[in-house]
Structures are given as C-alpha cells and as structure tokens.
C-alpha cells in the first residue's frame, strides 16, 4: 500500500530537549516536504527536498533541520525544541515532473508535538 | 509563495444541499489542487485542474479554475454528513504547493 509514515505520532517533550520526527514513503517520491499545521495560520510549509541530499527552506524554517540521506526518508529534527513549536506536523511527499510541482501530495497520518 | 486563499472559511449546510467554496491565488500557476482534510488527520488529495482546463468533475465534486480572476471554486453537490471536513486549494507552479487556511465544511444530517 502507498503510504507516507510518521513517527511519532504524539510526543509530549520539554524544552530544549532535541526530537527527531522520522518520515518514511514508499512511493519512490523525489519530492518530499514538512508542513505544520496551528489554529488560524493553515499549513505552512518548513522544510522541502526535491531530491537526496537536496534540501530549500520553506516559509518558517527558523528551529528546524532536516536531511535527505536516502530517497525515502526526510526526517525533522528539532535541536532545541521551544513552547512554540508546539503544533500538528505533516510530511508529504510527491512525484515531480519537468513541469515543477505539478503531482499530487500524498500526506503522512501528522505528528502531534507538544513543548513544555 | 503563491499561497491560495479560501472562502468562506466556515461553511454549514443541510444534508443534500451543496457546497461551494471559493480559492483565489495572487501569481500565476500551472495547476491548482483541491484537499481535503478530517479533522486533525492528514490530508487527501481530491482533484487536480492544469491552468489551461476550465472545469473538471470527479463524481460528486465539480472544480472550475478562471485564471484571468486568479480564481477556483470547488462545488460538492448532494452533499452527505460524511463530506463535514476541511477543504484545503493549493497552488503548483515552479515552486511548492503553497496551502491556503482552508474552509471548514459542516454537513448537518
């Protein structure tokens, strides 16, 4: 089954304490992308990666890192976790064609993160 | 970012009426993407429409695209309690998919 997975799903940690959110896709995507998702302020994307080893920021990527070491794997790292990375995490991943970002986003289940 | 912008944000209609909601984006695209989500669960992707189609079906829902008004809407006819979600447009071009706040759809049986 074509599937994006997300680890954890729920993760209640407190500050400064580093977390990885890991998340895998089976689809053989080049294309894969972070979003978090808060009341009000829709999806914003972080972190994008159009390919391994390639990596651009996204709109609010300030605390965040990512890495792209194989084709299937994009996790989040959050160094030094703050109350206000408190949101709901999504990673999506696509097919790209020569036209740029034209396939459809397949979503992973969300990571529900909570900083105390 | 080419983000889009819904309309209405919230949406409550009776079971069998239909919904309309409305996206408007500010650069051009070469498609633009309708998603939906249940609540806090990730979201499904519904239909694509290529900048030089107008109109589009895919069972029940109906997407237009007018991009002289930079503009899609999203019709869901003979709505069902089931279809009570979010609805999410996103723009693609040269750059990602960029989401807009969505609309909140209620569909009370």
């Known amino acids: 089954e074509a599937q994006v997975t997300q680890n954890p799903r729920y993760l209640i940690t407190v500050t400064g304490k580093k977390l990885t959110v890991t998340c895998s896709q089976n689809?053989?995507?080049?294309?894969m992308s972070w979003y978090r998702q808060d009341p009000g302020l829709g999806l914003r994307q972080i972190y994008y990666?159009?390919?391994?080893?390639?990596?651009d920021k996204g709109d609010v990527p300030e605390g965040y890192k990512v890495s792209r070491k194989e084709k299937r794997n994009f996790p989040l790292i959050l160094e030094s976790p703050s109350p206000n990375q408190t949101s709901l995490y999504f990673c999506a991943s696509s097919a790209t064609g020569q036209l740029g970002f034209t396939g459809e986003l397949f979503f992973g289940e969300g990571s529900r993160l909570t900083v105390l | 970012s080419q983000q889009g912008e819904e309309d209405p944000q919230a949406l409550s209609i009776q079971e069998g009426e239909n919904a309309t909601m409305n996206c408007s984006y500010k650069?051009?695209?070469?498609?633009l993407q309708w998603y939906r989500q249940n609540s806090g669960r990730g979201l499904v992707h519904l239909i694509l429409?290529?900048?030089?189609?107008r109109e589009k079906h895919s069972g029940r829902l109906r997407v237009t695209l007018d991009t002289s008004k930079k503009s899609s809407s999203l019709l869901i006819t003979a709505s069902r309690a089931a279809d009570t979600a979010s609805y999410f447009c996103a723009t693609g071009g040269n750059t990602p998919l960029v989401f807009g706040k969505g609309t909140r759809l209620s569909v009370i049986a």
């Open positions: 990666s159009m390919n391994v080893e390639v990596t």
């Open positions: 689809m053989n995507h080049e294309y």
């Open positions: 429409i290529r900048s030089n189609e």
């Open positions: 650069t051009s695209i070469n498609n």
